[in-house]
């Protein structure tokens, strides 16, 4: 059995389509035993707008008001931010930021304040329609972003890419990519999952796996990951999320 004590990719209901609060994930987490969990709530095509048209951050930018661990469980101030085209550029990359810091745009702004980052794509115009030396140069620039620490969920349904390219970028740039649990729900994601899997062991890539948890009840599940892992005999030491210590040493963070 593999041994995952951080749960990287976790969301409140300030997603807006999650089910539970930060204070009841790092609960669940303390009972699971993991040592860390990452709020990861999602910034991009589902932030919300306010009347006068800017961004709804949220709690986003006011992370102050919570503390480094809850329950004894360290609780990344993190970020799901969203792949916006083909270059890999993020979410408001070229948004001018609010309350006079102009020198930065808005997903630039919120990137430099946040311990963990997760690229990941859900939607922009014409992403269903990529090529695969797309999809996989989008993956690559993405990588590329230094803010980026791990890129969620990359073998999302209709997304062909190189699987080897790709992991070569990461283990380049010291990025992770991340096996998330959620995939394996999915029949046709879950095979390419596996390949992504292999390639990596192959590449010697270290990956994360995440539970993606929309409620407390997920955090820290890794079931059907672990099931594939074993059964292609994916090494442990490649797990990056192993221990907090690890993870944040191969990010070169201090968490
Ligand atoms: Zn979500
Ligand atoms: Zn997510």
Not at 149 to 177: M, Q, S, T, Y
Request: proline content about 6%.
């Amino acid at each position: 059995m593999y041994q995952v004590k951080v749960d990287p990719h976790t969301h409140t209901i300030y997603s807006g389509h999650a089910f539970s609060t930060v204070g009841e994930n790092a609960a669940e987490a303390a009972a699971q035993g993991l040592a860390g969990i990452g709020m990861t709530d999602h910034f991009g095509i589902m932030t919300p707008r306010r009347p006068d048209g800017r961004l709804d951050f949220g709690p986003l930018l006011n992370f102050e008001g919570l503390p480094p661990f809850i329950r004894g469980v360290r609780v990344l101030q993190g970020v799901e931010i969203d792949i916006m085209d083909f270059d890999g550029r993020l979410a408001f990359w070229d948004e001018k930021a609010p309350f006079g810091r102009s020198d930065l745009s808005v997903g630039e702004m919120l990137l430099q304040s946040r311990e963990i980052v997760i690229a990941s794509l859900h939607f922009f115009p014409g992403c269903k329609d990529g090529t695969e030396a797309q999809n996989t140069g989008m993956y690559i620039g993405a990588i590329e972003n230094p803010y980026v620490d791990i890129i969620g969920h990359p073998c999302r349904p209709g997304v062909k890419f190189d699987c080897r390219e790709v992991a070569r970028a990461a283990r380049d740039n010291g990025k992770f990519l991340e096996i998330n649990e959620h995939t394996f729900d999915t029949p046709q994601a879950a095979p390419r999952c596996r390949k992504l899997a292999e390639i990596c062991a192959e590449e010697n890539c270290p990956v994360v796996v995440s539970s993606d948890a929309h409620s407390a009840w997920m955090v820290g599940r890794f079931d059907q990951a672990f099931r594939m892992l074993d059964e292609i005999g994916f090494p442990q030491r490649l797990i990056a999320n192993e221990t907090l210590e690890k993870m944040a040493g191969l990010r070169g963070k201090k968490w």
